[in-house]
Each structure stands twice: as structure tokens, then as C-alpha cells.
């Protein structure tokens, strides 16, 4: 199985895309169709509680509802692996130290600069690519 942890970001642009094609809302649909199991922990809910409910945004606090229950529910909560070096963007740290507590786990983002160039961070598109590969 693939497990992934999905910024925050991903999740916005998916929402607000009105192209099903786009690569953030095919990963969205991976996920709801259990195409990988995100990786999650109350920090990480919390986020997208924060940011999904943010008044710029025209997402129904129910829909919001809807997909932060789903992702409790499908994803795998863990334990955050300290990573010692400092981070480009300190509040995105969770979403990488949760990325390093599974081995082959990835980090699906669409703002790479955030985080140290490792491997298993990728955007979208590239992790679109990954999964047709396996």
C-alpha cells in the first residue's frame, strides 16, 4: 500500500479547481477511492480544520465536515519523527516529520520549497505519476 501525507495546500487547490483533470483533484479522487492512505495526526486534522474553514474559501462547512471525517477515518494516524535540521517554512514541519515515520511514505505538496529536497517530497502530478508506475 501507498501512504501519503497531503498538505494542506493540495487539498485547497483541489477543492477550488474546477478542472476534474487538474492533478490535485485526481489526487483527491485517489484518495477518496482508496488509492493510498493518508497519514495523518491531530495536528495535521487541525490544519486543514483551520485553513478549510477560512472565510476567503466558499467551501461548505459541511463538505468540509464530510472530507476531514473521511480522512480520520481512511487515514493512518502517526507518530512524528523529529527531524533535526531547520526547515525553509517551521509551520510545515509536521507534515514532514509524519512523512519520515513510514518508510517509502510520501509528501504530496504543492509548495516544495517549504521542505528540505528529499525524495519523497513530490507535487501532485509527480505522485499522480509514482502510483501508475506501481
Known sequence: MIYAVVDTNVLVSALLSGNPLSATKKVLHLLSSGGFIPLINEEVIAEY?????????P???TDVDNLISFIRQVGRDTERTPFLESMPDESDRVF?????????SFLVTGN???????PQVVTPAEFLEIISEQ
Do not use: A, G, Q
Not at 49 to 57: A, M
Open 112 to 118: 516544495l520549497k517549504h521542505y528540505p529536497k528529499k
Open 49 to 57: 480544520n483551520e485553513v478549510l474553514r477560512r472565510k476567503k474559501f
Open 59 to 61: 467551501f461548505k462547512p
Open 96 to 104: 514532514y516529520e509524519i512523512t519520515l515515520s513510514v518508510d517509502d
